[in-house]
């Protein structure tokens, strides 16, 4: 959302009030400065507008080095335009931006730097460590139209650097490690994803990614993963509950006894009853099928490629399940496999395919983690469009501060 021309200002004790000139025939904005002061002592505005727009929010989370980024390029591919750190600020953001998209990496909150850390001896995986009040506060501005000053944290030096300022997209992703955590973020979220990486296929990737591009030795990297569990599994892994749709990848269960982690066996597991998401579907929606779909239309190498979909229930939701294990050899095949899902939400017939090649050197682009990222892609496209014109017949509201 651009600021025009800011004609009046004055001060009013700690509070500032900014007027802007209309940006647009349809809406006068309002500005003004509040401030924060985060758990950490540091002190955060938000800039505060009345503008008609409301922006989606969409949560991921997931573990480091399970696949955020590649999800996220994905996400923000389908919405058209390259996402790009915000313009002239400071090298080391986080933040992704593009036309429709802003995409904020939760990482921000830490309240301990890398140092505060270890002092304290906590992960940045423990709450402890992390400024939920901010992240709540400046998520629900957001959400509101409302203009904030977030802060960063420098994975670089392991420093809380200097905040940015974010303006209100129209859709907000945020993305971590907590962004079903705190109830209060979680009742923000339009729609969730939980990213559940097996142990053994986490393990196989990060050893790829920092062994093999960071330099970081197979013993660190083990003592870093079994430093991490406990927290993991206390603080991280439980968020799957809450998510609209969860990725999950395993090994392979078409080559006996696999260690390679090559080949993958990836779950997409969608939330029955969710407001504008309805499930994907293979053959007949509600049915249990099974398909070997390798033969005269689909080129398949061992171990081959088999998908399945059912109900079921996860977390004593009613859920669909839709499964691929093995990978593609050729990814303009694919659409003999699309050809045979429903309410996929693409605009039209190979939309999948098309996006997949597009992609095809990401990771995960000949296996079902790329195809169900693409998916979930298309269905948060489409969630978005219906939020948007559900709230356009609905009388405008003007956001609170
Ligand atoms: N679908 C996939 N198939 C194979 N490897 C993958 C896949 N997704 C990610 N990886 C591997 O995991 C690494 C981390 O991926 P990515 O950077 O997307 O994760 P991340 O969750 O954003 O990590 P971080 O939070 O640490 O920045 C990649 O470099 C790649 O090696
Ligand atoms: O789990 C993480 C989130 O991706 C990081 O380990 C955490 O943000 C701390 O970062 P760093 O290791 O750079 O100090």
Known sequence: MAVSTIYSTRALNS??????????????????????????????????????????????????????????????????????????????????????TTVICLDDYHSLDRTGRKEKGVTALDPRANDFDLMYEQVKALKSSIAVEKPIYNHVTGLLDAPELIQPPKILVIEGLHPMFDERVRELLDFSIYLDISNEVKFAWKIQRDMAERGHSLESIKASIEARKPDFDAFIDPQKQYADAVIEVLPTQLIPDDNE?????????????????????????????????????????????????????????????????????????????????????????????????????????????????????????????????????????????
Request: aromatic share 10%; hydrophobic share 35%; net charge neutral.
């Open 15 to 100: 509070t500032h009030f900014l007027t802007s000139s209309p940006s647009s025939s349809t809406s006068k904005q309002v500005f003004f400065y509040r401030r924060h002061q985060s758990q950490t002592n540091r002190r955060f505005n938000t800039i505060i507008t009345c503008a008609a727009q409301q922006t989606v929010v969409i949560g991921l989370a997931a573990d480091s080095g399970c696949g955020k980024s590649t999800f996220m390029r994905r996400l923000t591919s389908v919405f058209g335009g390259a996402a790009e750190p915000p313009k002239g600020g400071n090298p080391d953001s986080n933040t992704l931006i593009s036309d429709m």
């Open 261 to 401: 982690g090559k080949v993958l066996r990836v779950r997409l597991i969608m939330k029955e009853g969710v407001k504008y998401f309805s499930p994907v579907y293979l053959f007949d929606e509600g049915s249990t099928i099974s398909w070997i779909p390798c033969g005269r239309k689909l080129t398949c190498s061992y171990p081959g490629i088999k998908l399945n979909y059912e109900p079921d229930t996860y977390f004593d939701h009613e859920v669909s399940v839709l499964e691929m294990d093995g990978q593609f050899d050729r990814l303009d095949e694919l659409i003999y496999v699309e050809s045979h899902l429903s309410n996929l939400s693409s605009k039209f017939y190979g939309e999948v395919t098309q996006q997949m090649l597009k992609h095809a050197d990401f990771p995960g682009s000949n296996n079902g983690t790329g195809l169900f990222q693409t998916i979930v892609g298309l269905k948060i496209r489409d969630l978005y469009e219906q939020l948007i014109a559900n709230k356009a017949t609905a009388p405008a509201e003007i956001a609170k501060a």
